[in-house]
């Protein structure tokens, strides 16, 4: 199986420093990544709760800026997390 490189430290600690320092940027790459593959979100290992509360605040960020469109794709992202939480 192949090593998820979300686990790798030093990844971890950039995406930390460029969350804090470019909160924007931190954003859009984080919409984009989810827009490109969306299937990880599902698949990932977290709980899906702590999926829910992530998407959430994504979708308050872009609710802040009028990104609807991005909004949608939230909504629906995780709408399909808790279908598939439920079994």
Do not use: W
Not at 24 to 34: C, E, P
Not at 62 to 68: L, R
């Amino acid at each position: 199986m192949e090593e998820n490189p979300l686990r790798d430290a030093g990844l971890l600690k950039k995406l930390i420093h460029l969350r804090e320092s470019d909160p924007d940027s931190f954003m859009q790459m984080v919409i984009g990544a989810l827009k490109k593959n969306p299937a990880a979100a599902l698949t990932d290992s977290a709980p899906s709760a702590n999926k829910l509360v992530a998407l959430e605040s994504l979708m308050r960020y872009f609710q802040e800026i009028e990104g609807y469109e991005d909004c949608a794709f939230i909504r629906d992202l995780k709408q399909r997390i808790a279908d598939e939480s439920k079994g």
